[in-house]
């Protein structure tokens, strides 16, 4: 019987949950110290909600669900449309689970737009599937943590998630590069050369820039039916040097006929100079190569790489105009940002920044000496608990050695041992698992002791 595993999915240990939850519980406390609320949505939405949302590619990661039943029953497999696999997946498939949590973020707002408030700032904290191959960084069941303001047009947004994400990865000690772009700008790349409808082709390929290299680019443009003359236009955009201002100032010069492309680089310049006034201790860079390969971005897009490891994006995000209008909910403009749980914790890891006292869930343990003194302990540990201190009295009477090897398994850093003579003098011996010094306490002396 086989029971690993599936591919790209993981089981996690206490050691290792302790460090996610740390993860979580800091992004959690930046979302909140900003005023976002949070939300859930179900793990299984229908197809017709996510299918054309994601291009081509993303379509083909979506996890399907078989119809329950049997569900060949009303398929004709001598039909034609039983070779065409989209036809076929219409018609045993209805369902399937998320890809991201904007897309079911935003069916989530059209449905619930009577409950909440606008501008409505929302947080949310789950895992979603994608069939993708999995390698480093790279699985297929992971955590977005994801933050949005939906039903705000204001480009104050935009400065407010470059503000999180700083102090989100100030607070994991992780030094990191904000990069920012707009599809505006990338629309009017498409303008120059007369070919807007192949800006899903150009944003797809440059996308790729600093992972395949710009001869590699240019090849995988001329295939997705640009020519040499529209390569060379672009070069100069492509091969975009200097400063974020300088970039800014080039541009102006090359887009200036472009209503697109100037309102692009105008909403660029507000946010960073919103930025810059915000002092923030990240590094902040326009990255004109930067697409983002979901369609529905339509403004400002981001995206975070950690400056120490070679880990790809950690974070990202953008501007969507009209996502919920899919839904029939039209004109309701949102922005937002996607933090990869899994891939911050592996740059913690690598770098062995996780802080050391996270992984002490259990502050003390009591040992059990017998029936008598254990009946102390619960007393005792109750007292504790109630003072806010997490604390264990170990199940059964057995050898010392055996116990203590428990709580340095645990890394419990103080046991407290109660036999007979503790007993009578209503008091316990606490031992530091670090230094090895003992110490006779009563328990207000204990709680005391364990407090400061």
């Not at 017709?48 to 329950?68: C, H, V």
């Not at 070779?83 to 059209?110: H, W």
């Not at 919103?274 to 004109?288: A, H």
């Amino acid at each position: 019987m086989n029971c690993n595993v599936v591919k790209g999915t993981r089981d996690f240990l206490p050691s290792q949950m302790i460090k996610r939850n740390y993860i979580f519980n800091t992004i959690k406390h930046v979302f909140a110290l900003h005023g976002f609320s949070p939300i859930e949505t179900p793990a299984i939405e229908n197809l017709s909600t996510l299918m054309g949302k994601y291009g081509e590619e993303g379509d083909k990661l979506l996890y399907k669900i078989l119809n329950s039943g049997n569900f060949l029953d009303k398929i004709n497999l001598q039909d034609e449309e039983s070779n065409d696999y989209k036809k076929l997946t219409n018609k045993i498939s209805e369902k399937g689970l998320r890809y991201d949590l904007t897309v079911p973020f935003a069916r989530f707002v059209v449905n619930n737009r009577n409950e909440i408030t606008f501008p409505f700032k929302r947080y949310q904290i789950q895992p979603v599937w994608r069939a993708d191959r999995p390698q480093k960084g790279r699985y297929r069941e992971f955590y977005q943590c994801d933050v949005d303001i939906i039903g705000s047009d204001s480009l104050l947004n935009e400065v407010e998630l470059c503000e999180i994400i700083d102090e989100v990865f100030s607070e994991l000690n992780l030094k990191v590069q904000i990069k920012l772009n707009n599809r505006k700008i990338l629309a009017s790349i498409a303008e120059l050369i007369g070919k807007e409808d192949k800006i899903i082709d150009i944003t797809v390929a440059i996308d790729k820039l600093d992972k395949i290299g710009y001869e590699k680019v240019c090849q995988e443009l001329i295939e997705r039916g640009l020519t040499e003359d529209d390569i060379t236009k672009i070069e100069p955009i492509l091969l975009l040097q200097g400063g974020v201002k300088d970039k800014i100032q080039t541009l102006k010069t090359i887009l200036k006929d472009s209503e697109i492309g100037s309102k692009g680089l105008q909403e660029l310049e507000f946010v960073f100079s919103g930025v810059e006034k915000l002092n923030l201790s990240s590094e902040i860079d326009f990255d004109i190569t930067l697409a983002r390969g979901l369609n529905y971005y339509t403004g400002a897009i981001l995206e975070v790489k950690c400056l120490e490891s070679s880990m790809g994006s950690i974070t990202g995000g953008g501007r969507y105009d009209n996502l919920t209008g899919i839904f029939g909910m039209p004109n309701v403009s949102g922005v937002g940002i996607s933090f990869g749980a899994d891939r911050i914790y592996d740059c913690l890891e690598d770098l062995e920044r996780f802080p050391e006292e996270i992984s002490n869930t259990t502050t003390i343990m009591f040992t059990n000496f017998g029936e008598v003194e254990t009946e102390q302990c619960t007393i005792w540990a109750k007292e504790l608990r109630k003072n806010g201190i997490s604390t264990e009295v170990y199940p059964d009477k057995a050898k010392l050695q055996k116990q203590m090897k428990y709580a340095n398994d645990k890394n419990i850093p103080f046991v407290a041992m109660v036999g007979e003579r503790e007993l009578e003098e209503d008091k316990l011996m606490l031992k530091n698992m670090a230094s090895g010094e003992q110490e006779l306490l009563s328990i207000e002396g204990l709680i005391s002791e364990l407090k400061s």
